[in-house]
C-alpha cells in the first residue's frame, strides 16, 4: 500500500489514515468530481460518457474497509470494479467520503437517499450495481454540476459513522 498522500488531492487525509479505519465492515460513500466531461472505458461495459460535475458512488465492504478505501485512492491497483476504471481518469477525484455501519444501514438503501434528490440521475446503468437487490439502477449517481450543500450531504449522510473530506 502507498503509505504517501492521496493522489485524490481534495481529501484531506493520507492513505495510511483511512487504512486505520476503526470498523472492518460497512457501506462508504465517495463523492466524486469530474472536472470535465469524459469518456472511460468501464470494464466489459465498454466506453462510457461521464458530465462533468458531482457523483456518488456506494459499496460495500464486509472484511477490510480501510484497505478497500485506500484502494479506490491509489492510483497503483489492477482494475477490478467498474469505480476503478473511473478513478483512473485524471480527471476524477474523490472529494469527500463517508462510511456507514453494516448493521444499521443497506448499501442500496444509502443508495436510494442520492436517488431521491431532484438532481440525481443515472447516466450510466448498472454501474456498480451487478449485486443490487433493490433495481437501483445503478450505483453511481450523478449529482449534478454543483457540489452538493453541506446541508443536504449531512441530511441524507447524518447516520454516518465516519466522514473524510
Same mark, same amino acid.
Request: net charge positive; charged share 20%.
Given at each position: 500500500? =502507498?503509505?504517501?498522500?492521496?493522489? *485524490? &488531492?481534495?481529501? =484531506?487525509? &493520507?492513505?495510511?489514515? /483511512?487504512?486505520?479505519?476503526?470498523?472492518?465492515?460497512? /457501506?462508504?460513500? !465517495?463523492? /466524486?468530481?469530474?472536472?470535465?466531461? /469524459?469518456?472511460?472505458?468501464?470494464?466489459?461495459?465498454?466506453? %462510457?460518457?461521464?458530465?462533468?460535475?458531482?457523483?456518488?458512488?456506494?459499496?460495500?465492504?464486509?472484511?477490510?474497509?480501510? %484497505?478497500?478505501? +485506500?484502494? *479506490?485512492?491509489?492510483?497503483?491497483?489492477?482494475?477490478?470494479?467498474?469505480?476503478?476504471?473511473? #478513478?483512473?481518469?485524471? &480527471?476524477?477525484? @474523490?472529494?469527500?467520503?463517508?462510511?456507514?455501519? #453494516?448493521?444499521? =444501514?443497506? &448499501?442500496?438503501? @444509502? =443508495?436510494?437517499?442520492? #436517488?431521491?434528490?431532484?438532481?440525481?440521475?443515472? @447516466?450510466?446503468?448498472?454501474?456498480?450495481? +451487478?449485486?443490487?437487490?433493490?433495481?437501483?439502477?445503478? *450505483? !453511481?449517481?450523478? #449529482?449534478?454540476?454543483?457540489? !452538493?450543500?453541506?446541508? %443536504? !450531504?449531512?441530511?441524507?449522510?447524518?447516520?454516518?459513522?465516519?466522514?473524510?473530506?
Amino acid at each position: 500500500m =502507498n503509505s504517501g498522500r492521496a493522489k *485524490h &488531492e481534495g481529501v =484531506n487525509f &493520507e492513505l495510511r489514515d /483511512i487504512s486505520a479505519v476503526k470498523c472492518q465492515q460497512g /457501506i462508504y460513500v !465517495l463523492i /466524486i468530481k469530474v472536472s470535465k466531461s /469524459i469518456r472511460q472505458v468501464i470494464g466489459k461495459m465498454g466506453e %462510457k460518457e461521464f458530465a462533468a460535475g458531482f457523483y456518488s458512488y456506494v459499496g460495500r465492504a464486509r472484511k477490510g474497509l480501510g %484497505k478497500r478505501l +485506500s484502494r *479506490h485512492l491509489s492510483s497503483q491497483k489492477q482494475l477490478h470494479w467498474h469505480i476503478d476504471y473511473l #478513478l483512473q481518469s485524471p &480527471e476524477c477525484q @474523490i472529494v469527500r467520503i463517508y462510511i456507514f455501519s #453494516l448493521t444499521q =444501514n443497506t &448499501e442500496c438503501g @444509502i =443508495n436510494q437517499r442520492f #436517488l431521491s434528490l431532484s438532481e440525481a440521475q443515472v @447516466i450510466c446503468p448498472g454501474f456498480g450495481a +451487478s449485486d443490487c437487490r433493490q433495481a437501483c439502477g445503478a *450505483h !453511481l449517481v450523478y #449529482l449534478g454540476i454543483s457540489p !452538493l450543500s453541506d446541508s %443536504k !450531504l449531512k441530511k441524507i449522510c447524518s447516520d454516518a459513522v465516519v466522514a473524510y473530506g
